[in-house]
Nanobody
């Protein structure tokens, strides 16, 4: 089993920044990718970014982010980060960390991930 815990959510104004972190523990050898997803009330869970673990830094992003978010990792600490800049009210959502072994063209598909954190709330006010 893998346990994931997200940190760093909060409330910011439009244009602000936040950095989320996700620490993994347990059987961390069982997955290849870690990813961030988000879900706003009444909407489907959306893939934000995913990164291949182990130091290759092979990453993929949702095209809707317009380059505002950056995913990174500390492989030794089994931790992944999401730096979010120039935040907009539309970014308001619960952000989830996930781990799994997705098919390469489905790295931002929620059903490809086995393990999930409880989520952290991000609220952006105008």
């Amino acid at each position: 089993q893998v346990q994931l815990a997200e940190f760093g959510g909060g409330s910011v104004q439009t244009g602000g920044s936040l950095r989320l972190s996700c620490a993994a523990s347990g059987d961390t050898y069982t997955y290849v990718y870690m990813a961030w997803f988000r879900q706003a009330p009444g909407k489907e869970r959306q893939g934000v970014a995913a990164i291949r673990t182990g130091g290759t830094n092979d990453a993929v992003y949702s095209s809707s982010l317009k380059g505002r978010f950056t995913i990174s990792q500390d492989s030794a600490e089994h931790t992944v980060y999401l730096q979010m800049n120039n935040l907009e009210p539309e970014d308001t959502a619960t952000y989830y960390c996930a781990a799994g072994n997705p098919t390469s063209w489905l790295r931002l598909a929620p059903h490809q991930y086995n393990y999930w954190g409880p989520g952290t709330q991000v609220t952006v006010s105008s």
